[in-house]
Nanobody, 118 residues
């Protein structure tokens, strides 16, 4: 059974930084494409960034140049470094793995809240 646990969210001022982490278990971590989604109140969940097993990364246009996704297969962890945070980045951030068959998100963590406010 896949288990994903996010951490690192919190309150930060505009322009500040946060680093999210996701600890994974119950799967062959290094073989999967992984990603971060976010969902703000009243909005649909949206892809923030994804990283393939080979390290190729894809970012939403809204976060390019500010966010960096990375993974450490040795410790089964996924990260999202978020810099220059804006109020519109506030959301619940979710870690996910992508099914190698459908390439859709197949499992989710419980989410971690990011609040950007002065």
């Amino acid at each position: 059974q896949v288990h994903l646990v996010e951490s690192g969210g919190g309150l930060v001022q505009p322009g500040g930084s946060l680093r999210l982490s996701c600890a994974a278990s119950g799967m062959a971590f290094g073989l999967y494409t992984l990603g971060w989604y976010r969902q703000a109140p009243g909005k649909q969940r949206e892809l923030v960034a994804k990283i393939t097993s080979g390290g190729t990364t894809i970012y939403a246009d809204s976060v390019k140049g500010r966010f960096t996704i990375s993974r450490d297969n040795a410790v089964r962890a996924l990260y999202l470094q978020m810099n220059a945070l804006k109020p519109e980045d506030a959301a619940v951030y979710y870690c996910t793995i992508f099914s190698p068959v459908t390439m859709d998100p197949s499992d989710w963590g419980q989410g971690t809240q990011v609040t950007v406010s002065s």
